[in-house]
């Protein structure tokens, strides 16, 4: 079964970091544009980061220089490594590619 596994999410106060990976099953997703999304509490959810099969990366502007997409293609992961966190990046984060989801795993920031 074609799925996606998030881990890595946790809490951790304000200036700290975390990275968060994304296992996908088969080696197909090498070929796809892989995303991270977020929602946090009472919001939408939101487009963090992307990244192109080709490794090219884009960014929301409230994670600019403070967030990292990466994917090594031959363990079929994508990461996100996120520093400087604050109080509003707490939210529940996804993975995603085409029409698949992950389960989401939990960040939560204190401050």
């Known amino acids: 079964q074609v799925q996606l596994v998030e881990s890595g999410g946790g809490l951790v106060q304000a200036g700290g970091s975390l990275r968060l990976s994304c296992a996908a099953s088969?080696?197909?997703?090498?070929?796809?544009?892989m995303n991270w999304y977020r929602q946090g509490p009472g919001k939408q959810r939101e487009l963090v980061a992307t990244v192109t099969a080709g490794g090219i990366t884009n960014y929301a502007d409230s994670v600019k220089g403070r967030f990292t997409i990466s994917r090594d293609n031959a363990k079929n992961t994508v990461y996100l490594e996120m520093n400087s966190l604050k109080p509003e990046d707490t939210a529940v984060y996804y993975c995603?590619?085409?029409?698949?989801w992950g389960q989401g795993t939990q960040v939560t920031v204190s401050s």
């Open positions: 995603n590619v085409k029409v698949l």
């Open positions: 088969g080696s197909i997703f090498r070929f796809f544009t």
